[in-house]
């Protein structure tokens, strides 16, 4: 494992006590005991040692490991001890209410250490708009965050590729859904087959926008405008099509492809086709998709419910759970989008104009956990994958992040798997205030949450600064070995 030799400044400014530890509070070591431990190499009984950021040792049960002076120890008999979460899919800041601060407690309060925003480009200014982010990120962030450029002009941004690479930014997204995709497909797939050469991964929204447009304008037309027809006025078939040339493009390039918030069996048969064939096609769900089913819009808050895709049938969401089981669904995102229940409620949405999103950052993890692993539908271990190893391996963040190694930056949560709460509107640290899953009961949360070492959620509260977080280091995108 490599570690900075600057390391070894660090260790002597620590030992004269004018380490970063000191300078915020926390000790400069911290010790995790008697945890069960889902490491890189399996799972262990025993110790933990995090010193300057990193994890420093794992010990087996039986070999206690010897705190230094000043060391705080976590007693975590009969706890998980798990790689801090990695949620590769959500949007903060721009007209949403969450920003990188409350985008972070509500992650971090749900286990999740490393959050991956969506940053909107203007024409050519990618440079620009980039470091604006960081800039953000620095200023506001608790948890760490990776930044995916969004796509809109493929001849202009095309060029600024091997750029992008270098100043760390491994991922971009297009929107196969917008208009603007199919006025320029030979500039789309120039600009994918440049970014699987440049070592960009390319994650793609994948709703036919021809379909979308014209099924909506239908139903509007046909005085069947109101949300509760938006899952037949956005069919499935959107997403089959769009899908399947996803897939053909990923073959035509050889540029792997990564598709976001895959919501129906029919789409997941082609990605799973794709995949059986060898080709580089990756799969995120998401949470809505595993927990809920399309009746919600028949009920009076439908607009809580509204997200793009929208929510399907059950017999989807059997499928995405055993895509989940399989392997062939590697990452769940949350897509977490901050509206106010106000906003989500909005009499006058249609089919057509609506809000779509939700905010899901904090119960994500807890979910999945509860729903998955309670249930044994999935291991323990898989679910570390979904939620913190594929995606590090996928964006470029492993080994230093989404894995317990000894060298790896200390994100970790301590997990109590038998703790049951009832998620509540009171406790939502989103700007919103609320949380689409209320009054559901589920067992599994996390207890402490570190972020590169530094304890940052305890006691049912945010302890990490606004300012604390900072863009993650990524590797170029290269074929990954996923759990
Ligand atoms: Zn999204």
């Known amino acids: 494992m490599i570690r900075p030799t600057h390391l070894r400044a660090l260790v002597i400014a620590v030992a004269l006590g004018l380490g970063t530890g000191v300078a915020t509070g926390q000790p400069t070591e911290l010790i995790i005991r008697n945890g069960t431990i889902i490491a890189d190499e399996g799972t262990v009984r025993g110790d933990l040692r995090i010193r300057n950021g990193l994890i420093d040792e794992i010990g087996e049960i039986g070999e206690r490991l010897a705190a230094g002076s000043g060391a705080r120890e976590i007693d975590a008999d009969g706890l998980l001890v798990l790689p801090g979460g990695i949620d590769p899919h959500v949007h903060l800041g721009g007209n949403w209410v969450d920003d990188y601060t409350s985008g972070s407690a509500a992650a971090l309060a749900g286990g999740i250490t490393t959050i991956s925003n969506f940053v909107t480009l203007r024409g050519d ?23 995916h450029p969004i796509i809109g002009d ?63 304008e239908r139903f509007i037309t046909e005085g069947r ?22 897939v053909a493009f990923s073959e035509a390039t050889g540029a792997p492809v990564y598709l976001v918030h895959l919501s129906s069996e029919h789409a997941l048969r082609v990605a ?42 059950q017999q989807d969401q059997d499928a995405l759970w055993d895509g989940i089981a399989r392997g062939t669904i590697h990452t769940i995102g949350t897509d977490h989008v901050a509206y106010t229940r106000e906003q989500k409620l909005d009499p006058t949405q249609t089919v057509q104009r609506h809000r779509a999103g939700m905010n899901n950052l904090q119960v994500m993890r807890p979910m999945l956990y509860s729903d998955g692993v309670r249930t044994g539908r999935i291991t323990v271990e898989q679910f570390v994958a979904l939620t913190a190893t594929n995606p590090a391996k996928l964006f470029g963040l492993y080994p230093a ?82 759990n």
């Open 401 to 482: 992040k989404g894995t317990i190694a000894v060298g790896a930056d200390a994100d970790l949560v301590i997990w109590d798997p038998d703790e049951t709460r009832t998620i509540r509107d009171e406790d939502a640290l989103s700007n919103t205030g609320f949380s689409i899953h209320a009054g559901r009961e589920v067992t599994g949360w996390p207890i402490v949450t570190i972020r590169r070492g530094e304890v940052v959620y305890e006691n049912g509260r945010v302890t990490g600064r606004a300012g604390s977080g900072r863009l993650a280091p990524r590797r170029r995108w290269k074929p990954p070995i996923l």
């Open 272 to 313: 799973e086709e794709a995949q059986a064939r060898g080709l580089p096609v990756y799969v995120e769900t998401r949470p809505i998709y595993l927990h809920l089913t399309r009746e919600r819009f028949d009920g009076l808050d439908a607009g809580l419910f509204m997200g793009q895709p929208p929510l399907r049938t």
């Open 125 to 147: 200014q990618v440079a620009e708009a980039m470091a604006q982010a960081t800039a953000q990120v620095e200023t506001e962030a608790i948890a760490d965050v990776i930044l």
């Open 225 to 246: 405008g109101a949300l509760r027809f938006y899952p037949d006025a956005r069919p499935v078939l959107a997403e089959l099509v769009a899908t399947q040339r996803a």
């Open 154 to 216: 493929a001849a202009l941004v095309t060029p600024q590729l091997e750029a992008l690479a270098r100043s760390g930014h491994t991922s971009l997204k297009v929107f196969m859904v917008r208009p603007s995709f199919d006025r320029d497909v030979p500039g789309f797939l120039n600009l994918l087959a440049t970014a699987g050469d440049t070592g960009i991964l390319t994650m793609l929204h994948c709703e036919d926008a021809a379909i979308v447009s014209t099924t909506a």
